[in-house]
């Protein structure tokens, strides 16, 4: 059984990363490769207010945060706004760029090593039948859960998160309209880089945080919101566990050097058998 | 004639202000580069000190450092450029293995010395006349911990190993030896460096019930394993590889350290050495002067820097122009990690005696007996 809550700790971390996968895609219909360093800049943030400034988990959170939504900002507006050419393809290969870019200035910054951020929570072990959890990763696992419904209600049901969506459908009349398309693209990477602060601030005590983080968790949160269904949060958190639980359980099956290349596997049969993902919607194009 | 004057007035100048050139590769950028910067504050300081002292039979040494950006490719570069350019005697470094490797063919192309500080067993295996290395091999590592753990009855062992070339090292050492001290491999377990959670190859490890579980790794990921491991309050001892001896794995997995026993070189326990120890009188002195020249933690890689700068001036003492040989012949020189005795078919000429067992203890490295 343990493969399981293993399985659920790291796939939480998967779930949280896919998630502000969704968001950008939710509204601009692209793939932000920096989402993985958008989670390594929230962790060294919270190292850095925590335990090189001292503050007390409250403000160091509030500043994480407060820092990562302007990142997220600049991050569109400098960047992604001037590139000539607006096509995806394009967009999506400045995001690549940028996702190293971040990665070599969190390598100047805050140095090569791993940084170790304190627990929130009183490091616990929970007994489970057949093995046991931390209380971290269960911290981890009610933020997840917390963000897909949070984030689902306000897509759903508010007047911005309907916004959002008419912006991925067709942004043009969006604008017709009266929405402002650039301001929703603005705030879609603001609030996905406020995600991946979540996200990293809440699993640095219990994976570290390094520089090169990044590209794994980019991955396979990435991986995650495929195999769940692009777009949808739902989705995300499922393929998120999906894939941790899928991991954990051929790392205990099998020669544990095989788990990562199984897991993909497994990956790539779902998305032939539905290319949409597990919780996607087929979409409609009038010809 | 005012000619031949110039001539023998600059023949007897150059005599009298000749320097001994010496080069060193290492990596003070790129990944290896917290092994790389100990290793040049080290020989700086040390060739200061000897210059001070009047050089090596009169000669100062000329010490010329280039960063190999923990690149093999660069690691190539400079060599040729120290070799041609610089025309250096003998060469110190590189930091690390693949580095080692990548210039060993040149070290015998240009018949130049290398003393290399890195710890794969292939620098040196197979042989190659100007190759030497200072730091200590895998299988002495492994010596180390399979005879405490014998000699403490946990014979069943599990391993949990890196997939990179340091965990393959290590696990092919690991296994080769085993039989050599009567121990039994009852899992063998792998783990990638980006694992965020380990427990289910801990929980697969644990039905195995062996006595001892030995992980193999560095970086964060054996302070992942290490809470992991106390979060299944798993009935076996913890043994970490040398690879973690530094003060960095105890910060990341904090109480969960502490238990674990590892093979380590004496500097980080050198004040816990009995008076009468052989390596205390070269280590305190040592630790005194870099912390207190450079005001950071001494670290056991600036311990290899000290031995290799040390070789280097033995083997020039002995005079002639062949070093490899001379180093070949330095037999008993007690260094910062233990005596080398160097021969024609040992150019490591360290022994298990490398390594001695410490524990983490309330956070803090404690030597066994």
Not at chain 1, 214 to 233: D, E, P, Q
Not at chain 2, 50 to 61: E, M, Q, S
Request: hydrophobic share 50%; proline share 3%; net charge positive.
């Amino acid at each position: 059984m343990q493969f399981l809550y293993s399985g659920i700790t790291s796939g939480s971390i998967y779930a949280l990363v896919a998630i502000g996968f969704n968001i950008i895609y939710n509204t601009t219909g692209l793939i932000n490769f920096a989402q993985g360093e958008f989670v390594v800049l929230g962790g060294m943030l919270m190292y850095t207010t925590l335990t090189m400034f001292g503050l007390n988990i409250f403000s160091a959170f509030l500043i994480t945060f407060i820092l990562m939504f302007l990142v997220g900002i600049l991050f569109e507006r400098v960047f992604l706004r001037y590139v000539r050419l607006k096509t995806e393809i394009n967009l999506i290969t400045v995001t690549i760029a940028l996702a190293i870019i971040l990665r070599g200035i969190a390598m100047m910054i805050w140095g090569r090593d791993s940084l170790a951020v304190p627990s929130y929570v009183e490091e616990k072990t929970v007994l489970l039948v057949g093995g046991s959890i931390t209380s971290q990763s269960l911290v981890v696992i009610v933020v997840c859960f917390f963000t897909a419904i949070v984030l689902s209600t306000f897509f759903k049901y508010t007047k911005y998160g309907k916004a959002f969506r008419a912006c991925h459908d067709d942004q043009v009349a969006s604008t017709i309209c009266g929405i402002d398309v650039n301001l929703i693209r603005m705030l879609s990477f603001a609030i996905a880089s406020f995600l991946g602060a979540l996200a990293g601030a809440i699993v640095a005590p219990i994976t570290f945080v390094t520089y090169t983080d990044g590209v794994m968790s980019g991955l396979k949160g990435f991986s995650a919101a495929i195999l769940g269904g692009l777009g949808s949060f739902w989705g995300g958190l499922f393929g998120g566990f999906l894939l941790g639980v899928i991991e954990g359980f051929f790392a205990f099956i099998l020669p544990s050097g095989f788990k990562d290349a199984f897991a993909f596997i497994i990956l790539l049969l779902i998305l032939f058998v539905k290319p949409s993902g597990l919780f996607g919607k087929k979409k409609a194009v009038r010809v | 004639m005012k000619k031949f004057f110039t001539i023998a007035f600059l023949l007897c100048a150059s005599y009298l202000f000749a320097e001994i050139k010496v080069g060193a590769l290492l990596a003070l950028t790129g990944p290896a580069s917290i092994l790389g910067l100990p290793e040049k504050q080290t020989l700086e300081m040390m060739v200061e000190e000897i210059n001070k002292n009047g050089g090596i039979n009169g000669h100062k040494i000329n010490l010329i450092v280039y960063d190999t950006q923990s690149i093999d490719d660069e690691a190539r570069k400079k060599f040729i450029r120290l070799v041609q350019k610089d025309e250096v005697k003998i060469v110190l470094g590189p930091t690390t293995s693949g580095e080692s490797l990548a210039i060993k063919d040149l070290a015998l192309q240009y018949k130049i010395p290398v003393i290399s500080m890195a710890s794969s067993d292939r620098i040196v295996n197979p042989i190659n006349k100007y190759v030497f290395k200072v730091a200590p091999s895998d299988d002495h590592a492994v010596q180390t911990i399979y005879s405490y753990l014998s000699a403490n009855k946990k014979v069943k062992v599990a391993l949990l190993t890196v997939q990179n070339g340091y965990g393959d090292s290590g696990r092919a050492s690991l296994l080769k030896e085993a039989k050599n001290f009567g121990i039994e491999i009852v899992a063998d377990e792998k783990y990638l460096d980006t694992d965020k959670d380990m427990t289910s190859h801990l929980s697969k490890i644990a039905a195995k019930k062996p006595d001892a579980v030995i992980c193999w790794g560095v970086g964060p990921a054996p302070a992942i394993i290490a809470k992991n491991f106390m979060q299944l309050k798993l009935n076996a001892q913890l043994v970490m590889s040398h690879g973690v001896a530094s003060a960095k794995f105890i910060e990341l997995a904090k109480d969960a350290a502490n238990g674990i026993i590892l093979p380590a070189g004496r500097m980080i326990v050198a004040d816990q050495l009995p008076a009468n120890d052989k390596y205390k009188a070269i280590l305190l002195p040592y630790i005194k002067d870099y912390e207190g020249r450079y005001k950071t933690p001494v670290s056991t890689f600036g311990g290899h820097a000290y031995d290799a700068i040390q070789i280097v001036q033995q083997s020039i003492k002995m005079g002639g122009d062949d070093l490899a040989s001379n180093i070949e012949k330095i037999r008993g020189y007690v260094g910062t990690y233990g005596t080398f005795n160097f021969s024609e078919t040992d150019h490591n000429g360290l022994s298990k005696d490398a390594f001695v067992m410490v524990k983490i203890d309330n956070m803090k490295w404690k030597l066994l007996k």
